[in-house]
């Protein structure tokens, strides 16, 4: 296995890259002056938005490999490791990255809600396409940034950089909601088979091994981060992922009471739950009757 280099620091990165360290906790990193590089696989100690501008091989993200192209962006947290298959040839990198480390956002709306961006967590096969106006937004708010990491830091300096950051990925925001739309066929497709591997999992004997599925299963299952996976999920039906499971699990549960042989707890240990109150707690809560009632009831 190819060896990881780790790079915590925004100016051991700049270094690497033939840029300077205008700010210890923020950059925007010129790729084409850095030296030409073979692939390798590294870890960052903070965030990184990348906007590429060539093609530079196979990009492995989590256990996948990824076709990345001209034009898209990836987010990388602190601590995701990120890399590119080594084929042992030498490109020349080419486009802009956004780096900014956790401690400038303590403390600031971002910081708080830095979170509440979940692409990145996004992994194979889910980074932004952007359109030529998109990117264009997007080089404009790189190139704020830029013009106050140039002039003489003072103490407006930190709130107009981290809040065009905020801005930057607000647009990614609704860049990937209009993504989701786009891609609304093949989105459909995905929903399909989360609903056959549903199915599929109560067939099985899943719920006795495993116990209740959960949306993580579902989304290594169709070979997408969860992140990901739960928002497509959110956009197309409105539900998160784990309402849908949750009320599949329920329609099923209305069946099997049907079956007046079987008592509620062999229900609820069909069905996966570990406790027969937690499944019919759960059931009276989006029904309006407990089990029993509702077997009475019909």
């Given at each position: 296995m190819e060896e990881l280099i780790r790079i915590d620091t925004i100016s051991q990165y700049n270094t690497n890259a033939n840029n300077?360290?205008?700010?210890?906790?923020?950059?925007?990193?010129?790729?084409?002056?850095?030296?030409?590089?073979?692939?390798?696989?590294?870890?960052?100690?903070?965030?990184?938005?990348?906007?590429?501008?060539?093609?530079c091989g196979?990009?492995?993200?989590?256990?996948?490999?990824?076709?990345?192209?001209?034009?898209?962006?990836?987010?990388?947290?602190?601590?995701?490791?990120?890399?590119?298959?080594?084929?042992?040839?030498?490109?020349?990198?080419?486009?802009?990255?956004l780096l900014f480390h956790p401690d400038l956002i303590r403390g600031t709306s971002l910081g708080r809600n830095i979170n509440e961006y979940g692409f990145f967590s996004y992994d194979v096969n889910e980074a932004l396409h952007l359109s030529e106006s998109e990117r264009t937004i997007?080089?404009?708010?790189?190139?704020?940034?830029?013009?106050?990491?140039?002039?003489?830091?003072d103490k407006h300096s930190k709130t107009l950089i981290v809040n065009t950051i905020e801005l930057f990925l607000n647009y990614c925001v609704r860049f990937y909601d209009r993504q989701f739309i786009t891609r609304e066929n093949s989105n459909k497709g995905t929903i399909e088979k989360f609903e056959m591997f549903l199915n599929t999992?109560?067939?099985?004997?899943?719920?006795?091994?495993?116990?209740?599925?959960?949306?993580?299963?579902?989304?290594?299952?169709?070979?997408?981060?969860?992140?990901?996976?739960?928002?497509?999920i959110k956009k197309e039906t409105g539900k998160t992922a784990q309402e849908y499971i949750q009320l599949?699990?329920?329609?099923?549960?209305?069946e099997k009471i049907f079956d007046?042989?079987?008592?509620?707890?062999?229900?609820?240990?069909?069905?996966?739950?570990?406790y027969p109150q937690h499944f019919s707690r759960s059931f009276k809560q989006h029904v309006g009757h407990s089990p029993n009632e509702y077997r009475l009831l019909n």
């Open positions: 300077e360290t205008r700010h210890p906790l923020v950059s925007i990193v010129d790729l084409s002056k850095a030296p030409k590089k073979q692939n390798s696989r590294f870890a960052l100690g903070f965030y990184a938005v990348f906007l590429k501008e060539i093609k196979d990009l492995k993200y989590g256990c996948n490999y990824y076709d990345y192209e001209e034009g898209t962006m990836i987010f990388v947290a602190p601590g995701q490791i990120l890399g590119v298959e080594n084929n042992g040839e030498y490109y020349q990198p080419a486009g802009q990255v997007i080089l404009d708010c790189l190139s704020k940034i830029k013009f106050e990491l140039q002039h003489t830091i999992y109560y067939q099985s004997d899943k719920p006795q091994t495993i116990g209740l599925p959960s949306v993580a299963y579902f989304a290594d299952q169709l070979h997408l981060s969860s992140n990901y996976f739960g928002d497509l599949k699990i329920i329609d099923i549960a209305k007046k042989s079987k008592s509620v707890s062999q229900i609820a240990y069909e069905l996966g739950f570990k």
